[in-house]
């Protein structure tokens, strides 16, 4: 149990559409990431969230966006879905001063159609 | 640039079996190295981690790994496979602070009754 949940965990969208993806970390972990991870492949760091503030993004074009809130939720949005958007995105957190070993949730599964 | 190559795509060995998994790394800076086990359907788990000091660190299910330095290389190793540790294996690297880690492609590990 990592502390890191994410919603939903499965959803289908028609290219074109936008897609907002939800993540709870725990209290206390101040930095939040995204990351992409394509069927067979390694997890891509998307971006990272800092006080509320983005500090750190990964290849990934400006159509993916995201929010951190002050109770330690985040959003990932994603614009204009294509159909190489499909994935596995991971929510990750990490508290100040962890020796910075951040904790993945479950997913949540993007087909687009 | 940073990169991670796990040599091994898929891997089979026998329960009660010893096994490594390879993992290689390239990286600007002192590298925070991370092994982490994804089961299917599941988010990623982690298994170890290294930042310092003694090379060989232990981590939980009975796994360890080993920092080579001269070889810039991080393989995991457990002496006695369980039929339970059959999923995917990411090896990645991370900097001092922030969460833009760098993942590896995964082996996938099979074991045999």
């Known amino acids: 149990e990592t502390g890191v949940t994410q919603s939903p965990t499965h959803l289908i969208k028609t290219r074109g559409q936008q897609v907002t993806l939800r993540c709870s970390s725990q209290s206390g972990h101040n930095t939040v990431s995204w990351y992409q991870q394509a069927l067979g492949q390694g997890p891509q760091f998307i971006f990272q969230?800092?006080?509320?503030?983005?500090?750190g993004r990964g290849n990934f074009p400006p159509r993916f966006s995201g929010l951190q809130f002050p109770n330690y939720s985040s959003e990932l949005n994603v614009n204009a879905l294509e159909l190489d958007d499909s994935a596995l995105y991971l929510c990750?957190?990490?508290?100040?001063?962890?020796?910075?070993?951040?904790?993945f949730g479950e997913g949540s599964w993007l087909t687009v159609v | 640039a940073q990169s991670v190559t796990q040599p091994d795509i898929h891997i089979t060995v026998s329960e009660g079996a010893s096994l490594e998994l390879r993992c290689n790394y390239s990286?600007?800076?002192?590298?925070?190295l991370f092994w982490y086990v994804q089961s299917p359907g599941q988010g990623l788990q982690l298994l170890l981690k290294y930042f310092s000091g003694d090379t060989l660190v232990q981590g939980i299910k009975g796994f360890e790994a080993e920092f080579k330095r001269s070889q810039s290389s991080f393989n995991l190793r457990k002496p006695s496979v369980h039929w339970s540790d059959a999923a995917e294996y990411f090896c990645a690297v991370g900097p001092n602070y922030g969460q833009n880690f760098v993942f590896g492609p995964g082996t996938r590990l099979s074991v045999l009754p």
């Open positions: 990750a957190s990490s508290r100040t001063g962890g020796g910075n070993t951040i904790y």
């Open positions: 990286y600007g800076a002192t590298p925070y």
């Open positions: 969230y800092y006080r509320e503030e983005e500090n």
